[in-house]
């Protein structure tokens, strides 16, 4: 669906392109940082392996459970407002009963956790123990009083919510709805074992780090399905996916979604409210991150610290990002295997990001 041939329309400037590919090539390891610009491709460049490897996405995976949830509220399958009790009941324990599908995809349930960071990261590759986890859990929050992170939490709750209303674990529901309509075939939640050769393995700088990245690299982990995290893909693929959804959710006579529920998807929930979990001022949709400065505009942002207000996607660990700029009909992915110090980290990224943007100001309407 898209010509992976580099190509410079009006607008863009190839030099600060090429910059941009210089730093994701600085950083070292591999990466492979793809932009397309109004369905054209101005960027792709892998560094250190083949642009046919894959990449664990690591949050970057969160908004294709989004969609997901997204496209079967269009259908009527589900209600945006529907307690998540209504569908799941064993989840109302202790007093969960109010916790609704709104609540979860804007990480306000009040469960970042079903019992601690470490515990649940521990548990993730086991579904059965992370969803009686989730039933047994009491909310840390009142369910919609404020953005609380669900790292790992968001994706067992609504991948249980998917299964239960689709009657289809979730990996295969996301196939049948969106990566095999698409043609994503470089895409899967849960690595295939025919496919392990493909892996990326992620890389850790620091001490913590290099011991995250030593589980991460398991057989048992990348195998897993784990939706908040687990996704791996292509730089390729994840930019088909964000092409269709900065055309209105749709891409080569398939429609993903109606406009009108990517309006709601991407419709700002938290204006930069510093998250009670992680500490960190974000603009939060329904199941994106979002764009602009928010309440710090000197911080490293995924999206860089310029990026449009109405821009969307989702960074994961500082590792990878993907995300599109309506306003300028941009797509960047940027996929790493660089786990290290959160600052580091997610500076390096902004740049890449900034350098982009620089490269691709928005453009001009066209004319009715």
Known sequence: MLDWSERDPDGVDRAGLE????????????????????????????????PGALFWLFSTSKPYLALL??????????????????HWPAFEANGKGAITVRHVLQHRSGLPVARSTARDALAMTDWDASVRALE???????????????YLS??????????????????????????????????????????????????????????AAAF?????????????????????D??????????????????????????????????????????????WSHGFQLGGPGLDALRPRPMGRTSS????????????????DPSRRLVT???TDQLGPRDAAAAAQNAVSETVLAACPPVRQRAA
């Open 136 to 150: 047994r859990a009491r909310a840390r929050f009142p369910a919609g009083e404020g953005p609380a992170y669900q």
């Open 69 to 86: 949830v997204h496209r079967l509220i269009e259908r009527g399958a589900l209600g945006l407002d529907d307690p998540i009790a209504r």
């Open 333 to 335: 992915v940027y996929l």
């Open 216 to 236: 991460i690299n398991r057989r048992a982990t990348r195998c897993a399905v784990i939706p908040a995290a687990g996704v791996s893909a292509t730089g390729r």
């Open 19 to 50: 910059a941009a590919a210089a730093l994701a090539r600085k950083r070292g390891g591999a990466s492979h940082l793809v932009v397309v610009r109004d369905g054209v491709v101005v960027l792709d460049r892998a560094h250190g392996c083949d």
């Open 309 to 324: 207000p109405d821009a969307f996607g989702h960074n994961g660990s500082n590792v990878c990002v993907a995300w599109a």
């Open 238 to 283: 994840v930019a088909v996916l964000y092409e269709a959804l900065v055309r209105g959710g749709s891409l080569g006579g398939v429609r993903l979604l109606r406009p009108q529920t990517l309006a709601v998807a991407t419709t700002p929930t938290s204006d930069g409210t510093v998250d009670a979990h992680i500490g960190l001022p974000i603009r």
């Open 154 to 211: 968001f994706g067992f709750l609504l991948g249980e919510l998917v299964r239960r209303v689709t009657g289809e674990p979730v990996e295969e529901a996301l196939a049948a709805e969106f990566l095999r309509p698409l043609g994503l075939r470089d895409t899967f939640l849960g690595l295939p074992g025919p496919q392990w050769h493909r892996h990326v393995p992620v890389r850790g700088r620091g001490p913590g780090p290099r011991a």
